[in-house]
């Protein structure tokens, strides 16, 4: 089966440019062009696209306001601008409704890799139901606590970046949104980046105090009943994991790059329970009773009710915001990481850090994480010898208190 992607944008020589550059995909992708964003809806309606690219500075109907539209009409689409760093202003606006963003000039290997990552993260999850909301997420849902501290400090006179990068750190729902636009091609970093407080600093304050304070680019999480489930709990676990990830990839590795993934994908990991919990909440109390009641391993229970695991659903949207691929797999496979090579990679550090929280901190007695750690996958990588010096190192991370 082709997949079939719809390209937008109002200049004919642009479109002629893409249909020559991408002509060797023409076997894999079934391509149309449209001129217009009226022209692309039309479309929409006689053919499922899989993914939509578009222009974002178009008369009539602008590209953030035809992806709003298809977000709305067709959510199991993926959405991508490609434009010009002169169009900053409509590019804010699309930060909502786009899943990732490319800037003009784009060369046919970065356009094809972006399609095809997110053709891939497509076929992680079967559920079409799941699908279509994941692929309606704009925001992550973030702690009242965390959201009030920032806009104070947004809102001070004397506000300082660095502050402001230490408090959307202490956050996974903030974290996760800065790391996708910091992520993206159009603000044109080409460096490794995988801090939030170095996001912040690049991105810059004027750019962040817009999408915060005007196009709310976070939503405030509002408690749902759920007795068996703490939203607070989850954001210190993902927290500390994230730090004890670090500390498990910097004792086997030397590569501050993959230290660095390591931080962010354990602080990430569990993304997937936020938008479970948030979104489908009379399904997700059904399976955490289920699992306090049989004392099943939840990921089990997940893929029993609702056809997919919270892994899963994590790094389906992540991989939608393209989020680097060490990050996204990561998050994918910490209960259950596959072994393709025996390097030392994102996803040993957060399958270990996630086991040892679990382990020594005891978070919920209710969520039956832990399994067994696999000692094969770990011996394979050459890691299993590590685990005695990994546990005293992480002891201070699990007796320090999350500040908030």
């Known amino acids: 089966m082709k997949y079939r992607i719809l390209f937008v944008d109002d200049e004919l020589n642009v479109l002629n440019g893409l249909r020559r550059m991408l002509r060797p995909m023409r076997d894999i992708w079934e391509m149309s062009f449209a001129v217009s964003g009226e022209q692309a809806l039309k479309l929409m309606k006689i053919i499922k696209f899989e993914v939509i690219v578009s222009d974002m500075r178009m008369p009539e109907m602008n590209g953030a306001e035809l992806l709003t ?7 199991e689409t993926v959405r991508i601008v490609l434009s010009g760093h002169s169009d900053i202003e409509l590019v804010l606006k699309s930060i909502l409704p ?36 994941i692929s309606q997420i704009e ?7 965390v959201y009030n501290e920032l806009l104070g400090e947004l809102n001070n006179p004397d506000s300082s970046m660095k502050e402001i990068g230490y408090i959307i750190s202490k956050d996974v729902g903030m974290s996760a949104k800065i790391m996708k636009l910091v992520n993206s091609s159009f603000f044109g970093f080409a460096r490794h980046i995988s801090s939030t407080e170095q996001a912040v600093n690049l991105i810059g304050l004027n750019i962040l105090k817009s999408l915060i304070l005007y196009e709310h680019i976070f939503s405030v999480f509002e408690q ?4 068996l489930f703490s939203f607070e709990m989850l954001w210190e676990h993902c927290l500390r994991v994230g ?53 099943r391993l939840m990921w089990d229970v997940e893929t029993e009710i609702m056809g997919t695991t919270h892994a899963e659903v994590g790094a389906y949207l992540l991989g939608l915001w393209g989020l680097t691929e060490p990050v996204v797999e990561a998050i994918a496979f910490h209960h259950a990481p596959y072994s393709p090579s025996d390097e030392f990679r994102p996803l040993t550090a957060v399958y270990i850090a996630n086991h040892l929280d679990h382990e020594m901190k005891l978070m919920n007695e209710v969520q ?3 399994g067994e750690l696999d000692m094969k996958y770990l011996g394979k990588i050459g890691v299993d ?16 208190k999350n500040e908030r």
Do not use: W
């Not at 786009?98 to 891939?120: F, I, N, T």
């Not at 925001?139 to 606590?145: A, F, I, K, N, Q």
């Open 139 to 145: 925001t992550l849902p973030v702690l009242p606590s």
């Open 69 to 75: 539209e298809v977000m709305k009409l067709y959510p």
């Open 368 to 370: 039956f994480e832990r």
């Open 224 to 227: 749902k009943s759920m007795k």
């Open 385 to 400: 010898n590590l685990l005695d010096e990994i546990r005293e190192k992480v002891v201070p991370v699990l007796e320090e």
């Open 243 to 295: 730090k004890i990830s670090r500390i498990v990839s910097e004792t086997c590795s030397s590569d501050k790059e993959i230290a660095e993934d390591s931080f962010i994908a354990g602080m990430l990991h569990d993304v997937g329970k936020l938008i479970m919990g948030a979104n489908f909440t009379a399904q997700y109390s059904l399976i955490l009773n289920k699992v306090k009641k049989e004392e």
């Open 98 to 133: 786009a899943h990732q963003y490319l800037s003009k000039p784009c060369d046919g290997a970065k356009l094809k890799d972006v399609v095809e990552r997110a053709l891939g993260m497509s076929r992680i999850i079967s559920n079409e139901t799941v699908k279509k909301l």
